[in-house]
């Protein structure tokens, strides 16, 4: 997943997700695993990984439903992983477990300093999946992509203003035969795995 003006450099920044080319899926992340895993095993904390294989499944499945549930399912991983690496040692002698729903989950981050721009954002990916898993024969619109747009843009003007406008973005899976999506033509199933696709990637960017 990249943008216009990466093209032919998909590979420069080692944190970067991208998704392009000849390469199937490319997950350039060994470096931002490598911090994660020294910052928070000084607080005793266990990373394996960051486990960004429901990313991957959502940008490559063609099943709209299969996609947004997997892209949520990565986001609330991702929050789980900065509150286990936040929350005072204290705490689990209180709670025994984190919070199961996803909404509490995202208020705790946000008490713990995670950018309320990131919390709007996640948010509203959790709510496109919520209107898929409740209301039958529901489909994504344009208005729940615009939406989810300026969630993104709110987040990455607060978080990394340098990071790529989605507008500008496409996907290339080896899978479909190299085809390269762009951004706004083939429908907001498509332009769901860009916002959510770069939505993550911010998330994980905040947490180096």
């Not at 973005?169 to 795995?193: A, N, R, V």
């Given at each position: 997943?990249?943008t ?5 450099d ?30 928070w ?37 991702q ?8 929350v ?12 199961q ?66 507008r ?5 899976l ?33 947490m180096?």
């Amino acid at each position: 997943m990249v943008t216009d003006e990466q093209d032919g450099d998909c590979c420069s920044d080692p944190r970067e997700l991208d998704i392009a080319g000849d390469c199937h899926v490319t997950l350039r992340l060994r470096a931002l695993s490598a911090h994660l895993s020294e910052t928070w095993m000084a607080k005793r904390i266990e990373v394996e990984s960051l486990g960004l294989e429901h990313l991957v499944a959502a940008l490559e499945t063609e099943d709209v439903l299969g996609a947004v549930l997997r892209a949520q399912l990565q986001v609330e991983q991702q929050l789980e992983l900065f509150l286990v690496a936040n929350v005072a040692d204290g705490m689990w002698d209180v709670a025994s477990s984190l919070p199961q729903n996803f909404s509490q989950k995202v208020a705790m981050a946000a008490a713990l300093g995670f950018p309320k721009e990131l919390c709007f954002a996640a948010t509203a990916i959790n709510q496109i999946r919520n209107k898929f898993a409740h209301k039958s024969g529901w489909a994504l619109k344009q208005a729940d992509i615009d939406n989810l747009v300026e969630k993104y843009d709110a987040a990455r003007a607060a978080v990394d203003p340098a990071s790529y406008d989605v507008r500008q973005s496409y996907i290339q899976l080896h899978g479909l035969g190299g085809e390269k999506i762009s951004f706004g033509t083939k429908g907001p199933e498509w332009d769901f795995k860009m916002v959510s696709g770069w939505t993550v990637s911010l998330i994980l960017k905040y947490m180096v």
